[in-house]
Every structure is written in structure tokens, then in C-alpha cells.
């Protein structure tokens, strides 16, 4: 098991950055694929960005691409998400999973789930 815990939310202006951090429990963290998720009020949750255990593949939501970066550190058990440039419509509790599948991309493929952090973006 893998447990998740998420960093680095909070109140920022449209065209800030932020940059959220999930650290990771116990010792095969480079096992596992690592996703962010997004689930603003009243709509489904959805994947923002993944990436494979190498950290060589990473796949984005066409609404993120060019603003946001996933990247994970496995000597550090951690993965984060750099945004940019950011929006109003951004706004919503991020989410970090791991899983241990190939389906890096989707959201069935993840198994631990942190228990969020909240981003707002106001206008």
C-alpha cells in the first residue's frame, strides 16, 4: 500500500502559479503510476495529468496542456504539479493517486488516493 498526502493549495489570482506536491508513504514509490485529479463543485472528477513510474511518459488534459507540469522526484517518494497561467474554471480540490496498472491515463487505474488539497483561482 502507498499512502498519499497533498501540498501546496490555496487562494491565488488568475495568471498565478501554483505548485502542488503529494508525498508519498513507504518504499516502492517508483512502482507506481502517479496521476492529479480535479473535482470542482457539482462536476465529475477528472484527470489533469499523469505519469508513468520513469517518469519518461506523461500525458495532460487538453485544458491543462502548455500550463501545467507533472513531474515526480523518486528519490524524494514525491510528485508535483507546476500551474501556470492559472484560471478561474482551475478552481477545484486536486487530487494525487497512485496505481500500479499501465492506463496511466485513467482515472481506473488508480487504486490510493490522497485526500485532496483545495486551489482556487479567483478572477
Known amino acids: 500500500q502507498v499512502q498519499l498526502v497533498e501540498s501546496g493549495g490555496g487562494l491565488v489570482q488568475a495568471g498565478g502559479s501554483l505548485r502542488l506536491s503529494c508525498a508519498a508513504s513507504g518504499r516502492t514509490f517508483s512502482s507506481y503510476a502517479m496521476g492529479w485529479f480535479r473535482q470542482a463543485p457539482g462536476k465529475e472528477r477528472e484527470t489533469v495529468a499523469a505519469i508513468t513510474r520513469s517518469g519518461l511518459n506523461t500525458y495532460y488534459a487538453d485544458s491543462v496542456k502548455g500550463r501545467f507540469t507533472i513531474s515526480r522526484d523518486n528519490a524524494k517518494n514525491t510528485v508535483y504539479l507546476q500551474m501556470n497561467s492559472l484560471k478561474p474554471e482551475d478552481t477545484a480540490v486536486y487530487s494525487c493517486?497512485?496505481?500500479?496498472?499501465?492506463?496511466?491515463?485513467?482515472?481506473?487505474?488508480?487504486?490510493?488516493w490522497g485526500q485532496g488539497t483545495q486551489v482556487t483561482v479567483s478572477s
Open positions: 493517486a497512485a496505481g500500479l496498472g499501465s492506463a496511466y491515463s485513467e482515472r481506473y487505474n488508480y487504486a490510493y
